[in-house]
């Protein structure tokens, strides 16, 4: 677990800005706000490790780059990512950058602190590749077009299924990943190596031909 790390919020909203770090000073939680990702990265290698609550679309360098060079730069601090509207695409995108969890704004208090505390427990203790392999071909399919980034309605069309039997099979993957949203399956997708799968392995046919 990492209970000490303190939290850093990157947003280029000071009302955000000024919200979070109220928020969680009510709760015990050290922050430091940074308006852009520049200045938070500029002050990187001084900082000591925590969990960085970062939005993905600012002036300048996006959340995703920003996540992306702390990777680069050999860091381990967990990444979750709040943004305006969110979409599966872009979820994907910020999950292979390297964020845990991806939060669309506005959100409840309750929300942003639970997944703090995940970020706390960073990495699960669960073996994804235990858990994935033991997932029904059928699941499989629908994990890997998720990590692939389909919407639900997508994955009907290419399964040739209903949009409500795809919500179904979403259910049962997030019951049986302990995931709480469809950021945190994907994240247990790439984790498991979901997506590496061509989709003739997954006896569809590719949605962009």
């Known amino acids: 677990m990492l209970p000490e790390r303190p939290v850093y919020i990157i947003d280029d909203e000071p ?105 706390r427990c960073w990495p699960p203790l669960h073996q994804t590749d235990v858990l994935a392999e033991e997932l029904p071909f059928r699941e499989r399919q629908v994990l890997e077009l998720v990590v692939s980034g389909l919407t639900s309605k997508e994955i009907a069309r290419e399964l040739d299924i209903s949009p409500r039997t795809v919500e179904t099979y979403r259910t049962k993957l997030l019951k049986k990943t302990g995931a709480s949203s469809t950021a945190q399956l994907i994240r247990f997708g790439l984790q498991a190596g979901a997506g590496r799968l061509s989709f003739t392995d997954l006896g569809v046919t590719n949605p962009d031909e």
């Open 15 to 119: 009302e955000m800005c000024r919200s979070l770090s109220l928020l969680l000073s009510t709760d015990g939680v050290p922050a430091r706000s940074f308006g852009c990702g520049e200045l938070f990265l500029d002050a990187l290698d001084q900082l000591p490790p925590g969990i960085l609550i970062c939005d993905v679309m600012m002036p300048g360098i996006s959340g995703i780059e920003v996540t992306r060079t702390v990777v680069k730069r050999g860091r381990t601090d967990p990444v979750i990512m709040i943004a305006g509207h969110a979409d599966i695409p872009l979820a994907v995108e910020a999950m292979r950058a390297g964020a845990i969890d991806f939060i669309e704004k506005p959100f409840e208090a309750s929300t942003i602190l639970s997944a703090i505390a995940s970020a």
